[in-house]
């Protein structure tokens, strides 16, 4: 019985929860304090009925920028262009469309489609599209203003709350870029082994954290197989620091960094170590800088080259 509960329980996805009680009642608080600017703010420009309905797509989105402060779907571009862009569809589809009965499941649809190539995978930017759709003729006959009034402030009145809630906790702080937990860990020289971290550190650290993450440990698990397996094709320092390509140092989190080699002046010299090249720093650890240093220091700290694919950079396959 206990296995097959266990089994269920699997199934169902229901998780451990990492989170202290403390984390908790912050996240409810914060929700409710967001809501209550929101709601204001629906009631001013909108009936009883059609603030209501505001207030329902807004209800789900302070659930994820309170609980998930730091996941990618609770970030500011996520929330604004999600419930943007999905509104528009949905008031274009109500146009266009009006009191067809397949309308509503087009314009949710067609929303998650704008919010996939826009980058901004927000929720409640399905509930938005579908407002818009149903929510009867006075929302019907805001049109596009209804993305103004009330969408665009209400986005701004949660993100505001948001963002001035988070900033009186250190360790959640939003948006998600300004959360700067002092490391108690030091930086890693080299990569770790399968044997030296278990599914019980990744618990752990979960765990302490004291964020929700919406990832399990065995997601996590896996993720770190699936990287190790592609860090088993890396090579040595690259041998030829090429002008124009793109370069990782190979580390992990707040250390990880992508320099991009501006200009290598012609040698003057036979020794590497003079001769100086401008590089430029697109991602990571010191982003949009730039610097100056010896080819032979640029190479040392280069692992190997890589390309940006869809916004995310992976390993260069030179010939």
Known sequence: MLHWLMRLRSVLGLESSTTGHGEKLISALGAALGILAVYWLSRWYLDSTGSLLMVAS???????????????????????????LSAAVGISCQKLFPDVPWSPALAVGLAVAAMHYGRCIHPPGGATALTVVI?????????YQFLATPLALNILAILLVAAA???????????????????????????????????????????????YLDITAEDLVELFHAAQAHARVSGEHPQGIVPGASYSNGRVGRYWSIRQVIDVPA?????????????KVLAGDGAYATGICSRAEFQRWARFEVVESQGRWLRANRG
Do not use: C, K
């Open 58 to 84: 807004m209800g789900a989105t302070a659930v994820l920028v309170f609980a998930v402060p730091h996941g990618q779907l609770s970030q500011p571009w996520s929330v604004a262009m999600g419930h943007l």
């Open 135 to 143: 929510g009867g003729p006075d929302v019907h006959a805001l049109g």
């Open 267 to 279: 040698a003057v010299t036979d020794d590497p170590e003079q001769e100086q090249l401008i590089y």
């Open 165 to 211: 809630f988070n900033s009186l906790f250190p360790w959640r702080r939003y948006p998600a870029y300004f959360a700067r937990r002092a490391s108690v860990h030091p930086a890693p020289e080299q990569s770790l082994s399968g044997e030296q971290i278990t599914h019980e550190d990744f618990a752990a650290a979960m765990a302490e954290v004291n964020s």
